[in-house]
């Protein structure tokens, strides 16, 4: 499983974890690294001291590469890429926006510099500013997601970029790594089927609901807004579709997703709580601790590579 991307970053499979907001939290992020992938911090809209309180205690549970997300939307964004850059993080991973005017206070400290991106267009510009690697990511994803398929956006991507690319978007399983890597990309991106292992310290109740999902259960709400979320469908969904469809104000929409997500991952409300997943949510039928699911995950691709070299 070595690829151009396990070579750029030191890990041992071409395997990294979202940044997911409120959930991508240390305990997750070291167990992903230990487990030989890149576990990623979420920094999501936290401030910057949490940040970087997040990176000492990875430090203390791994010795292993690891990185932060930057979230560009969020009001400490700036703090955020200040604080990774001092503490030196192996890896930034970027999310909802454009890095490039943090991008030599990164590379200047020998920062890989990871933007997610959902066009092929912001591809070409990341990787014009200094970018070491992408994540394209399809909207088959959970929270803010962009508008192609992952399968349509992955080849178009690397048919531009000369630095790797990270397919993300629709994969938990090995199926999804090998396909992956059949579009051209030298590694995966997974989010919500790290959600349901054993360190991620969400709710049960919101691990439960991705366990229990079946593959027609996440709705996307905030189309008409310009941010678009896809989360698992329930009480508010329902609520936010139906004012979405009424023409209601910013103010109301915001009203029912303030807090959302902290809600449903911390108080374990996944009725009134945004639980941001994945579509990929239905195939995920098991928790297992981020080594067993990596081992697994690692078995099922190698048996089908070697399955399609066999052929050729
Ligand atoms: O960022 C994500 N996923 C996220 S961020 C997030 S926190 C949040 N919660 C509620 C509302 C909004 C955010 C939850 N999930 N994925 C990476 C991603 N980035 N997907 C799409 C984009 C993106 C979108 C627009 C990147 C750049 C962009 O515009 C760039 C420009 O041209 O300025």
Redesign the pocket.
């Known amino acids: 499983m070595q690829t151009e991307l396990t070579k750029l970053l030191g890990i041992s499979y071409p395997i990294i974890q979202g940044g997911m907001?409120w959930v991508a939290e240390y305990h997750l992020a070291a167990a992903v690294s230990e487990a030989g992938g890149l576990g990623i911090i979420g920094a999501?809209n936290a401030p910057a001291e949490w940040v970087r309180e997040q990176i000492h205690k990875t430090r203390e549970l791994t010795e292993k590469p690891f990185g932060v997300n930057v979230?560009l939307?969020s009001p400490y964004a700036e703090q955020v890429a200040q604080v990774a850059a001092e503490e030196e993080v192996s890896v930034v991973t970027t999310?909802?926006?454009?890095p490039e005017k943090y991008m030599d206070l990164w590379k200047d400290k020998g920062i890989k510099v990871i933007p997610?991106?959902?066009s092929v267009a912001?591809a070409k510009r990341m990787e014009r500013c200094g970018a070491d690697a992408l994540v394209a990511?399809g909207c088959e994803?959970g929270?803010?997601?962009?508008e192609s398929t992952t399968m349509v956006l992955v080849p178009q991507v690397v048919d531009v970029a000369s630095i790797p690319v990270i397919a993300a978007g629709g994969i938990a399983d090995g199926r999804g790594i090998a396909a992956a890597l059949m579009l051209g990309a030298a590694g995966v991106q997974m989010g919500t089927r790290f959600v349901a292992t054993r360190e991620c310290q969400v709710h049960n109740n919101y691990k439960e609901k991705i366990l229990k999902a079946k593959d027609i259960d996440t709705r996307v709400t905030g189309r008409s807004t310009g941010?678009p979320?896809r989360t698992l469908r329930n009480d508010m969904t329902k609520k936010y579709l139906e004012l979405e469809s009424r023409g209601a104000t910013l103010e109301e929409l915001e009203y029912l997703t303030l807090g959302a997500?902290r809600k449903a991952v911390q108080e374990g409300d996944v009725k009134n709580g945004s639980v941001?997943s994945g579509q990929i949510a239905g195939l995920i039928k098991e928790e297992l601790t981020c080594r067993e699911l990596m081992e697994r995950l690692v078995r099922e691709t190698d048996a089908l590579l070697m399955g399609a070299k066999n052929h050729a």
Do not use: R
């Not at 929270?143 to 962009?146: C, I, L, P, Y």
């Open positions: 907001a999501a979230m939307m999310g909802a926006g454009s997610v991106i959902a912001l990511e994803s929270g803010h997601v962009g941010h979320v997500l941001m």
